[in-house]
């Protein structure tokens, strides 16, 4: 069976502080995909970033960077120099490469105060 | 732009009264996905349709139920709403399943259900 740890209920901070959101996942099947998702206070879900277990690869993307250790099973996502619209619920979800379902996380809600 | 529509955003239903959701995509993906998300919680897979072929997940109750008429819409029936039932339900769409370096989902705006 798979799941997702995201040990970090809701974590508040002030606007520019940098932020790290953990992820933690489990899964025995070697195949895999890493996803993160914000949904704001409007409700939908905005992807992120796709990671496959092959591709240990960090990204950056503007302030968003990910950081993905097979070793330590995690997937963790900075947010630099954070901004008011950052704040939101994020997911790490996880599907296993034979498998059509997303296993999310119980979201961790971020608050950036001005 | 391409992009997963649903409507309405806001439903309220009587108790035991029928409703639908429905879900439309422009992306002509092949699969389409219902979540249910309770308040605080994350989204609950109830089924997916890839291409015409339903997939239930085994802890969905009989009560959802889904049509897929054609490749752009999907719809979602709660034939006897109960007010464990209310909630945000999410449709999503990818382009391809599992395997694939299509297999990310892209979510459309949710409608809220309230029972009353």
């Known amino acids: 069976a798979q799941k997702v740890t995201q040990a970090q209920t809701e974590i508040s901070v002030v606007e520019k502080e940098d932020v790290t959101l953990d992820c933690v996942y489990e899964?025995?099947?070697?195949?895999?995909?890493l996803f993160w998702y914000k949904q704001p206070p409007s409700g939908e879900l905005v992807f992120l970033i796709r990671r496959n277990s092959f591709d240990e690869q960090n990204e950056i993307s503007g302030r968003y960077s990910w950081n993905f250790q097979k070793s330590t099973s995690s997937f963790n996502f900075t947010i630099t120099a954070s901004q008011v619209v950052d704040s939101a619920v994020y997911f790490c979800?996880?599907?296993?490469?034979?498998?059509?379902?997303?296993?999310f996380g119980t979201g961790t809600r971020l608050a950036v105060r001005p | 732009d391409a992009m997963v529509i649903q409507n309405p955003r806001y439903q309220v239903t009587q108790f035991g009264k029928p409703v639908t959701l429905s879900c439309s995509q422009t992306?002509?993906?092949?699969?389409m996905y219902w979540y249910q998300q309770k308040s605080s919680q994350a989204p609950k897979l109830l089924f997916h349709?890839?291409?015409?072929?339903?997939?239930n997940e085994a802890d969905t109750p009989d009560n959802f139920q889904s049509r897929r008429p054609n490749t752009s819409f999907c719809f979602l029936d709660i034939r006897s709403p109960g007010l464990g039932d209310a909630a945000m339900y999410l449709c999503?769409?990818?382009?391809?399943?599992?395997?694939?370096?299509?297999?990310?989902?892209?979510f459309g705006p949710g409608t809220r259900l309230t029972v009353l």
């Open positions: 349709y890839y291409d015409k072929d339903f997939n």
């Open positions: 899964t025995r099947d070697t195949t895999y995909y």
């Open positions: 992306l002509n993906h092949n699969v």
């Open positions: 979800a996880l599907k296993i490469g034979s498998g059509d379902k997303l296993t």
């Open positions: 999503a769409t990818s382009r391809d399943l599992a395997d694939s370096s299509y297999n990310e989902q892209f």
